[in-house]
């Protein structure tokens, strides 16, 4: 049974701007298995794509728990990735629900769906 439906949608610009300006937003948003994965990237462009994209994803997920995020940590929430390459979205206190998550990008925007089921 499905417990939540969250979605979330981001300009690719003000990631942009935010990580020009300084580390501080990736900072909060990533935890630290993230924060390693996007040190490793080697484009700008990859980097702002993979920062909207957990962060729409992380703003989806708390959606879909009714709270939104400031009851939630982005701390808390980790957007993975499986062998294949397809995110995979975990969750403190969310352990024994299955959690469905998908993100995609445009030139101009990031989008991620996610759905938590009992």
Known sequence: MIKGIGIDL?????????IDKSDKLMQRILTPKEQEHFQNLRSQSRKVEFLA???????????????GIGKLSF????VLSNKNGAPIITAQGY?????????SHSETYAIAQVIIEE
């Open 10 to 18: 981001i300009e690719l610009k003000r990631i942009e701007a935010s």
């Open 53 to 67: 994209g957990r962060f729409a994803a992380k703003e989806a997920f708390a959606k879909a728990t009714g709270q």
């Open 75 to 78: 701390q808390h929430i980790e």
């Open 95 to 103: 352990e024994k629900e299955k959690l469905w998550i998908s993100i």
